[in-house]
């Protein structure tokens, strides 16, 4: 192991994007020698990561076309971690200059745009290292060579932006690269860290720095709609990051967001009366001869980005300026119970509300296609013919409900 990693290391000095002699054979170290090597010793790192042997991820990327400057080997959960742009993993970074090469509890820091990857926030990968790190903080208590921070020493953007992903890393020397055997126990390590995460990812609604999970949900529908198949959908229900909410789940946060607000608005003195099972809005206050329709949405984001529907767009334009929209967020959601409890959230309240376009983002659209128009066409010109008389051809009138 110890041989294949200077091997890597040693190459990176001849590093182009051009599939040369050495980037061939550094490619074959990096997709075939170390994954092949790691698993021989599958049976260890599938308990250390807490899955059986056969679901336990292990691969290595250079580049497909044009190489990369800084190669990797991933050790993973294909069903929290379906791509190497989603989820949490523990992967080998090889350092730009070849001086060093990290072990690092690393995550997903690009989003495949359809045609390219795009590199993720910063401070959404920050938030997210934010979230995980107290909750290793008694597992890495025992060891004192981790390290917070790696440098790569990249001159592509995509090398450098492995580096805010990272939780915690341990950095190995080109002059002083341990045995196998240490550097074996040191990944055993680190996926009990990675273990951890999953676990407290299981449980979690939302994890700081990811799209709300109803922004996500949307999106899902959308693409579904549309008969798009998602990319790293997971058995899980995650694409990407970020759980899909169950109906129950989304009940229970319905549910507190508008108790939260009525309290809100019956502190001040309005008759609040709870409407929506009829209405496109939530909450209809009455205070005198004063009235408020009210938008409550409520997620356990930090509720950054809500969903509106084109109905409740319209009618709270016309309601404008006796309206208001209402986000609790940070809801926290208790997944542990047969019945999901929400509680907690704070309360931010917008009114009168007036809805700019900017502040709005399509998700999909609904497109008349061709085959609409040209139904029209046949139903205008048969409509014609009838009003001409009787024709020698016998015609067929078929309306576009009937296709």
Known sequence: MDDLLSKVLDLQGAWT????????????CIRQEIPALLRGDAVSLAEALGVAEDALGIEGRDGTGLKTEV??????????????TSGWYVVYLFSGTGDRVYLSLNQGTTVWTGGDF??????????????????LAEQMASRS???????????????????????????????ELP???????????????????????RLAPHIPGDPAPEVLEAERSAAAAAGRRGRGLSRSGRSGQGFRLTSAERR?????????????????????QDVGARESFDLLLKRGDERLHVEVKGTT????????TRAEVEKQRKYYPDNALVIVHSIHLDRTRDEPIASG???????????ADEDLSVISYVYRTAVARDDHTEVEDALDALKKGPRQTPLTLQTPAAL
């Open 252 to 272: 229970a946060i319905e549910r507190r967001s508008v108790d939260v607000a009525s309290e809100f608005f019956a502190a001040q003195g309005w008759k609040v």
């Open 145 to 175: 060579d981790l390290c917070a921070e790696i440098r790569l020493d990249a001159r592509t953007s995509l090398g450098r932006g492995y580096e805010p992903g990272n939780v915690v890393a341990i950095e190995y020397s080109r002059e």
């Open 71 to 84: 190669p990797w080997v991933r050790v993973y959960d294909p069903a929290m971690s379906p791509s190497a």
């Open 345 to 355: 959230g704070i309360l931010h309240c917008t009114s009168p509300w007036e809805i």
């Open 301 to 308: 984001s930090a509720g950054h980005d809500v969903i509106l």
């Open 17 to 28: 994007a051009k599939n040369t002699k050495e980037m061939q054979k550094r490619g074959v």
């Open 118 to 135: 795009k590199a993720r926030r910063v401070e959404d990968l920050r938030a997210r290292v934010g979230w995980a790190r107290p909750l």
């Open 179 to 201: 045995a196998q055997g240490r550097l074996l126990a040191d990944l055993r390590y680190m996926l009990g860290l990675l273990r951890t995460l999953y676990a407290a990812e």
